[in-house]
């Protein structure tokens, strides 16, 4: 699976943006799909997840501000950010998990909010 996320970019806080990850390399709609985060000095962190069902989860921090969304016809995940806070300021990464259990990593996209 190759993903290549796309949509970061510098924002005021309280402002949006909108990710993309657009997936190939294998049928896309049976793929869990993720998007995390890594700021600096932290650790990469599970922001949303969506599963090839359609079930969500969010974290804590996202909750109410995020938003996550696919559209298997164009083998594409997105992360709708809303209300951006100064601390979501990070690296953000598309992970896809195929029904065998095996995980794929995009390259990161960088979102600044600044304040």
């Known amino acids: 699976v190759q993903l290549q996320a796309s949509g970061g970019g510098l924002v005021q806080a309280g402002g949006s943006l909108r990710l993309s990850c657009a997936a190939s390399g294998s049928i896309f709609s049976r793929n869990f799909m993720g998007w995390y985060r890594q700021g600096p000095g932290t650790q990469r962190e599970l922001v949303a997840a969506i599963t090839s069902g359609g079930s969500i989860d969010y974290a804590d921090s996202a909750k109410g501000r995020f938003t996550i969304s696919r559209v298997n016809a164009k083998n594409t995940v997105y992360l709708q950010m809303d209300s951006l806070k100064p601390e979501d300021t990070a690296v953000y990464y598309c992970?896809?998990?195929?029904?065998?259990?095996?995980?794929?990593w995009g390259k990161g996209t960088l979102v600044t909010v600044s304040s």
């Open positions: 992970n896809a998990v195929n029904p065998s259990g095996m995980n794929f």
